[in-house]
């Protein structure tokens, strides 16, 4: 199994503003390790919502071998649904953030929460791009902080920890030990830099291989295959530093030579994606994008399914080779 059993006595108070997909998962990861979590959304029809798909979830991983199947009940239990955000965070050690990515919502939700928590409470926000510590203000900076999950929060093993100017070591140190208690690894940044870590990685190379695509060289379909198929087994255990080591820093700084003045440098969205957005083809959500998509639900299920089972995959391979 891959659950990791919180020892007694560690149990935080989470909650959780925002009981949208991802809201949920983060939600459904702390119930999992015996946290008691506090789930607000300010709509119960989205809170109803919330716990089905949790129920759907955890069946899901217990099918996948990564719960017991008896354990589902308990887990459920641990998650307390309000539409009263003052009941929500109160008494919580823990509050993540998660509504709309726009300033003044966050802005907004912030100055709440700090009116309703503890003095003692810690505040994350789990944003994607966003620089909270130019417009948040609560009453204790040295406790704010943002936790960056990613889709599904319950599975992807991956945490941007970002501190801001004023966000003290030990809060860092607290949260990073939490996350990692809950079978997550964590990046910490000590500044923020817009995109992160990830995001900024991820649409980097969405430029270069879109503009590889709009010079005829190779259809999309092609390229995702070229990535997946090299990427896809080597980033599972090392990463771009670690490739520059294997191949040798003398072949990077050819190939920077030879292919730095070649690949795009543009500073532009892609001409093709706005002409997707304009025309409503926005992927899954809508049907179609750069691929068709015929049932959203189904394909949701399966990719989740997918990265649970190479997790598992990873995670054997890297205990194998630990005992060796």
Known sequence: MGLIRVKEGTSWRIAVVGAGTMGSGIAQLFATYGHQVSLYNRTRIRLDKALSQIKSNLEKMAELDEIPAESTAGILANIHVTDDLQEAVKEADLIIENVAEQENVKRQILTEIDRFCGDEAIIASDTSTMDIFQFAKVRHMDRLCVAHFFLPAYVIPLIELIRGPETSDETVKQVKTLLESVGKEVAVLNKVIPGFIVNRVTLAIFREVNYIASLGVASP????????????????????????????????????????????????????????????????????????????????????????????????????????
């Open 221 to 324: 379909a092609d390229i995702d295959k070229a990535l997946v198929s090299v990427y896809g087994p080597r980033f599972a255990f090392e990463g771009p530093f670690g490739l520059c080591d294997f191949a040798g820093a003398d072949l990077y700084e050819r190939l920077s030579d030879e292919l730095l003045p070649e690949i795009s440098d543009s500073h532009e969205c892609p001409s093709n994606i706005r002409k997707l957005v304009r025309a409503g083809k926005l992927g899954l959500k809508s049907g179609s994008g750069f691929y068709r998509h015929e049932n959203a639900a189904d394909e949701i299920s399966r990719r989740n399914a997918k990265i649970i089972k190479m997790i598992q995959a990873i995670r054997k391979t890297n205990t194998m080779f630990e005992q060796t």
